[in-house]
């Protein structure tokens, strides 16, 4: 029988040759195969070899200010091209990207999650309408971020026609070499990813490898007896990869998260006490995660995106006592419990379910979530909204483009202005002590990451909420509609945007709850209404 060979890190990186094209599943930094991602970029800065590779992945996979996951990748020389979900937490990576030294192609997170099973199929290509009027859009960008990649001379997407309408043609990536993670492989290579805080899309991306003819490496944190994994627990049937790496340090280059090595509340062997949760101080950020959770209804299933959504959203829920009134989701198939925060986003304390992230996106891109709350950078006179690049940096989409483009109702969060913004709150309102030193409700987005007009004519709800104001999206522009009691109209507002809004008739001041250093009553508030 066919079993994978155990290698060193270094015999891992012998199957990795110059030109090749490479990819990697993790999250933030769950599920990063350190071990191997070290041993490249030592390669490469010893030796300058394997260099001119082209790195396909689909989610972030690092953490901010810390080494690891894709940032070891970031080096000129060791990438030609990098075809990419997000890159928000790798200054590294997005600092090449800004200078011109390498190739990068943005695309939806999800649609990139859902290529390994068009390319598993050798279908030519993912059709999909998730991207359009967009700047992933071919007659728009093309989801390429810098000069380099358009004087490239290659496209990964195009426009095709089917039945009258129009989708995006995402193209299919051969994939040479797959990097995946597991916890325990048993001695016929079978892969088990028992303490893995997410699920992730490890088997369709091994289908797509296998189809190209590529190597797929599995680093574990050690080996058990042939047996011992029970066969529904096998994620990887062993015949499919080709290595196994066990990782020599595991509480350094196998940890659950970047911030623990492992908790089994994250990964469904236990469940941790409901005090665990931390209560979040009052800020300006939690007072627009309260004010956007105030427009739910009962019993719906909401999803939180990183920023603003992804840190206070979470420990709301479990403040407010919101956990039976409303099911929250991750984009990495989370379902339930308390989800982390920034380095740790993705997975979630308690939760109910985990579930694929590839398949994840077909509830979101299919079905369409009920509630999604999203951050964002900019919004414009067009109800257009900028959440992928600032100034020169390009963070990127993740699933951003794919939740926003499907969801029922859209509920962005932003402060105001951006640098420096000061707030403070009582009982009377607000207090704008310091401005932001950039405004962010401008003439014109610097990059359309959600089309409002496109989002409108679908009959999407959409909100714009802030510390100080809430605006609607509507087919004339954005309407003020909402005010917190302690501003100045013309000055805190008006006087901080580069256009104009409507203004409703029956414009309204924020309930002052919002601003309560306890619980601001969110599930009566939400139990009140008919769902």
Known sequence: MRKPAVL????????????DTLCTIAMTLISASETVLKEVENRFLEQGHPRDLTFFHTCGQASIGMPGGM?????????????GGHWGQSAKMMDLIAGNKIEAFNLPQGQMANMFHSMALKEPGKLSKIGIGTYIDPRVEGGKMNQKTKDCGDDAVGLVTVDGEEYIQYKPVPIDVLLIRGTFA??????????????????????????????VIAQVERIVKAGSISPKDVVVPGVLIDGIVVCDDPFEDHRQTRSWYYDPSYSGQGLAPEQAAATIPLTERKVIGRRAM????????????????????????????????????VESGVYGGTPQATIDFGISMNAQALIPHDRQFELYNGTGIDYTFMGAGEMDEN???????????????????????????????????GGGLKVGFSDDGIEIRQEGKFKKLVKQVQQIS???????????????????AVFRLTENGP?????AKGVDIQKDILDQMEFTPLIAEDLIYTDTAMYSDGPAGLKALIDAKES
């Open 71 to 83: 940032t070891r990748l970031a080096h000129e020389g060791l990438l030609k091209r990098v075809y």
């Open 186 to 215: 048993d001695e016929n290579g079978n892969l088990s990813t028992a303490h893995e805080a997410m699920v992730l899309e490890v088997l369709p991306a091994v289908m797509a490898t296998k189809r190209w003819g590529g190597k």
């Open 479 to 483: 309407m003020l509609i909402e005010v």
């Open 8 to 19: 060193t890190a270094k015999e891992a990186v012998d199957l990795i040759h110059d030109g």
């Open 294 to 329: 105030a427009e739910l209804v009962p019993d719906q299933i909401i999803n939180i995106g990183t920023g603003i959504p992804n840190d206070v959203i979470g420990p709301i829920i479990a403040e407010e006592g919101l956990s039976d009134t409303v099911m929250v989701t």
């Open 450 to 468: 959600y089309n409002g007009k496109v989002a409108l004519k679908n009959g999407q709800n959409a909100l714009y909420v802030t510390e100080r």
């Open 383 to 417: 109800c257009n909204v900028n959440a992928t690049r600032m100034g020169s940096k390009a963070p990127g989409a993740g699933g951003f483009i794919d939740i926003t483009a499907t969801a029922k109702n859209v509920i962005f969060c932003s402060t105001f202005t």
